[in-house]
């Protein structure tokens, strides 16, 4: 157990839909990621917070939006859903920038 | 553009062995380097780490060894038990130009049997 929690586990929803997911990260980092694991593409990054505000954003659709709030969990919302969304959409944290990250279990999404 | 290779998708290897997982990197702004162990429907799970600065790490069964000139690092097991069988992903960042993001590998499925 990575100590970084991610609700809910599995989402099944439909095309043109939103969803948001949640990441709580472990005590006390400061830092977290967000990357979406798909069958075609891997492991990729999508957007980093750190302490409420973006640090880096990789490549992430004008669909999908993310936020760090004050109490430091993060949301990512997926809007307007397509076929293609479907994937494992995983947080990380660390303490701070450039220190090592530690991943969340995940969150399944399956988009019909 | 794949910056970083894991050029094997499947090793396998005999419990008590060695096993070796090879990555290459083609961005040399990489200054970061990291295995990661997943298992199915878990999240990967952080390993070992290097720094460019060095060329080998080791923590307890897992060593892991870079040659900057060459653009590849390997992960050493050993010895292999059957526990270790799950997808390896080597990832890099480019801390110094590009923050913390991380790149990551395709995988290497290691099965080790008993």
């Known amino acids: 157990d990575s100590g970084v929690t991610q609700t809910p586990k599995h989402l099944i929803t439909a095309t043109g839909q939103r969803v948001t997911l949640r990441c709580s990260p472990r005590s006390g980092d400061l830092s977290v990621y967000w990357y979406q694991q798909s069958l075609d593409q891997g492991l990729q990054f999508l957007i980093q917070y750190y302490n409420g505000e973006e640090r880096a954003k990789g490549n992430i659709l004008e669909r999908f939006s993310a936020q760090q709030f004050p109490d430091l969990h993060s949301e990512l919302n997926l809007s307007s859903l397509e076929l293609g969304d479907s994937a494992l959409y995983f947080c990380?944290?660390?303490?701070?920038?450039?220190?090592?990250?530690?991943f969340g279990p995940g969150t399944r999404l399956l988009v019909l | 553009d794949q910056q970083v290779k894991q050029n094997s998708p499947s090793l396998s290897v005999q419990e008590g062995r060695i096993s070796i997982l090879n990555c290459d990197y083609t961005?040399?702004?990489?200054?970061?380097f990291l295995w990661y162990k997943k298992y199915p429907a878990e999240g990967p799970t952080f390993l070992i780490s290097?720094?460019?600065?060095?060329d080998k790490n080791e923590d307890g069964r897992f060593t892991v060894f870079l040659n900057k000139s060459a653009k590849h690092l390997s992960l050493h097991i050993v010895p292999s038990q059957p526990g270790d069988s799950a997808v390896y992903f080597c990832a890099a960042s480019a801390r110094e130009t590009s923050g913390s993001r991380l790149t990551f590998g395709e995988g290497t499925q290691l099965t080790v049997n008993p």
């Open positions: 961005n040399s702004m990489f200054d970061y």
């Open positions: 990380a944290s660390s303490p701070r920038p450039s220190e090592t990250q530690y």
């Open positions: 290097i720094s460019s600065i060095k």
